[in-house]
């Protein structure tokens, strides 16, 4: 074989010194870089992690201050009517209370989280109280509070921190309000005092995620309500030791978040602290440190483990390129031919020398332990025996051109072994010139890299998907937002956004075991992915939570919608099978939220944000729901709280009105009316009940508001009893099941009933079908004793829910009321007409009475009396209307 060229050996042993020195350098300047970049990525990654967990706790401290803050309004506002009422009539003599006491109790009775009203004079003398009629006559002259009013002139209100007191050893917080005489000085004082169970209560309906809490305390630090609940002592009243919180509070601070064990259960949490405006109190929310970086830890596991094997690697390489310096610098050096080969061929690297034109003279052994070829089988052969096929002739070509123009070549190419086997080989080939520069050989040494391949695949599964399901995890699911978000706005077509949340899985690896809930995930994941097309993404995000990504959908937002919602159902259909885990029979629900993704306008960020709502909107309103994010939703969800505060204003200010409207027989007299609830809203009038019954119930403020309608309904009722042309007269009154469910209802009915004097055979209450679904025998005994008194009883909207006639058999009722919404087509509908006649002859089989609401027309009501039906509510007869133009119509219609 001819010679290559060979240079000086002083100057190839500096180059091949330089050369050295210069791979080590970059090497390592490489390693600090990476290692810098590791180290910025983690940080950026953490400090998201950080602000997107101060975001929710400040958005959560929002909404319980707001709360707060209606509390203190409404119990404000009934201060002041005691105080109004107070300076009109003057204090009450010393032992005459009563007509205050009255009032007081009344204020109480409707505001129902005052626990006690009283009225304090200017000495310091209880003389009303609305619950604690033994306290009248104590002196609380010495109390802070009434000092503070005392001694400050310019003081009108003030509500103090938690107070034990001395009677029954309970906490309280206290909201005075200042009671003056019409010359200004001084006469005492109103008190309401709040438990602070009214708080946990109210916590409680928020609902907590795992490792939150939310707590309220004090200006003095004590604890007035805290979720989750702890075990004693801690409780109401623990002095919470925290001196951090009180360097912050020191610095006047109104609203700061800071990391810090918890004084109360010992977690490290990042913690929202703000002050209530005007209120001495601190809402606290926190956030498990631990559980909420938890999958920021997982990344940084994963991380750290891709940086040390790209560490590894290209240690590897430079190891490699060494090798191949050293050799080359040997071969320069003009070694005979035949210690070169003996030399290189002990190497670890596989080795193979060609002629100019390709053909292989020579191999080492770990060429033949790489590929499986003897020296006798490959020498003589072109070099292209060893090709995959799985690379284009261009590749070959371009590699050539390299080897021809520089020298050499160095790359990953895929081989096939002597058995078939296709592997990918690290592969380096060099050119050897003779001294006239002309071609002579191929030098190729190469190593096997399939393992590194196999662990590179593996290091990858596990930075880009999750280990349990190997579906997507988040960090692959945030990479192909961004990829969906570019290629929304690039293309036009919109993309969904899917929240997958599986109802109460807790509950069954709580009790079924963690491995049965992986086991669980791992099919619902399954099950998911065949759903569902290649092109969309599926991952899992969280331990039952999932997220659908599909790209390229509609042209039109509403088009995206609905293929979305198909979508999300097919999806909750699937979720729904049943399946066997280990002998446990399974079949669970799953909440999905949804979001249209349109264009650049909003981050990932924000369509997480929104799918996350949407998710929550879902879960609020039960199991297997599915909710869309829409841009009213948030502002919904704050109207929302608004509207509640203002009902319960509205209960504290007597804003409740009660209209009625008549209920006639076939030949138009009255003979009764249905009492129907009016919200006369300072700013937006009358407002019907449509628009606030559904939260009164949610927030079961239902409870006092039904006790008001039936007490005045009853006042009614008795006035008209004493009154020849109204005493015939029936009552109906709408109760709710929640109402109806409340353990004393039937106790708070007798009471009622009792106070006011109304004659019981008079008052109808109008329960529906929701009343019977659960607890019937509970709701048919509450109606017995309550007809033992003479009540009757009228079955509501009756055909619009679950119509089973055996708990209408079952049930003591009076009458039944056919739905308005059947009545008003039962001209136009033959559907309609055969719903309400047969519902007649139910009505009239089981010897019930039976009314029809929604009356419109003559038509209608000539259509009901000739199929048996003879009493009739609706339009036909007159609206809902007030008190006094009930009485008027009534009065001209008997003159007339
Ligand atoms: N738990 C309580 N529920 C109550 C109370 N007061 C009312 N309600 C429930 O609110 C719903 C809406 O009531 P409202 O807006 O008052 O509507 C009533 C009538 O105005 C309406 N009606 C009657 N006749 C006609 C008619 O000819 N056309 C027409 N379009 N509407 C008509 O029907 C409502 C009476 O419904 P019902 O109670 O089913 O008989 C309603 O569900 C009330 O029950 C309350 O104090 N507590």
Known sequence: ??????????????????????????????????????????????????????????????????????????????????????????????????????????????????????????????????????QVGRDLSGSSFFQVFRDQEDRTELVTPLYSTSNDDDYYLYQARRLTRDNGDFNGIVVASISPAVFERALQRLGLSDGESIALVDGELKLIARLPALDDPITTGWQVDSPETLAMIEQGAEKWSLQLISPLDKRKRMFHMQWIEELPLLVVVGEDLQLQLAGWRQRAGVLAGFMLLIALLGAWGVRHYLNRLRFEHRLHQGEAELRISATAFQTHLGMLIADAQGRILKVNETFTRITGYSEADVVGKSTRMLNSGRHEAAFYRKIWRRVQSTGSWEGEIWNRRKNGDVFPEWLTISAVYDPQGTLTHYVATMSDISER???????????????????????????????????????????????????????????????????????????????????????????????????????????????????????????????????????????????????????????????????????????????????????????????????????????????YQPQVDQDGRCIGVEALLRWEHPERGLVTPDVFIHLLESTELINPVGDWVLETACRQLAQWARQPAFAKLSVAVNVSALQFRQVDFVGKVEAILQRTGAPCHKLKLEVTESLFVEARDDAREKMLRLKQHGVRFALDDYGTGYSSLAYLAHLPLDQLKIDKSFVQQVIESKANAAIVESTIALAKSLSLEVIAEGVASDAQQTWLLSHGCRTYQGHRYGQPMPLAALETQLTTEHAS
């Open 453 to 659: 391949k196999a662990a590179e695949q593996e290091i990858h599964q596990l930075a880009f998907y999750d280990p349990l399901t190997g579906l997507a995890n988040r960090r692959l699911f945030l990479d192909r937002m961004e990829a969906t978000l570019k290629e929304v706005t690039r293309h036009g077509r919109f993309g969904a956004l899917l929240f997958i949340d599986i109802d109460n899985f807790k509950q069954i690896n709580d009790t079924l075991g963690h491995y049965v809930g992986d086991q669980l995930l791992q099919h619902l994941g399954r099950l998911m992915g065949q759903m569902l097309r290649e092109t969309d993404t599926l991952a899992r995000l969280g331990s039952d939570e999932f997220a659908v990504l599909i790209g390229g959908m509609g042209k039109s937002r509403e088009h995206t919608a609905e293929l979305a919602e198909n979508i999300a159902q097919k999806l909750q259909d699937v979720i729904q099978q049943p399946i066997t885990i280990e002998d446990n029979l399974l079949s669970v629900t799953a909440s999905i939220g949804l979001t249209v993704v349109s264009d650049y306008a909003s981050s990932v960020d924000d369509y997480l944000q929104q799918a996350d709502m949407a998710l929550f909107q879902a879960k609020s309103s039960g199991r297997s729901a599915l909710s869309f994010f829409d841009p009213t939703m948030q502002a919904e969800l704050l109207a929302r709280v608004r509207l509640e505060n203002e009902l319960r204003q509205a209960l504290a200010n007597e804003e409740w009105r009660l209209h």
């Open 1 to 134: 074989m001819p010679q290559p060229v060979i240079p000086l050996s002083a100057d190839l042993a500096k180059k091949y010194r330089q050369q050295r020195h210069g791979a080590l350098t970059l090497y390592g300047v490489a390693m600090l870089l990476w290692l810098s970049i590791f180290a910025w990525l983690l940080y950026e990654q953490y400090r998201q992690e950080i602000h997107s967990l101060e975001t929710r706790n400040a958005a959560r401290a929002d909404v319980v201050t707001e709360w707060t803050q209606g509390v203190f309004a409404q119990s404000g506002q009934a201060l002041l009517g005691i105080a109004e009422l107070v300076e009109l009539q003057g204090m009450p003599a010393q032992g005459e209370p009563r007509v205050l006491q009255d009032a007081l109790r009344n204020r109480s009775r409707y505001v129902d989280w005052i626990n006690d009203i009283g009225v304090i004079d200017a000495e310091g003398i209880i003389q009303a109280s609305a619950l604690n009629t033994g």
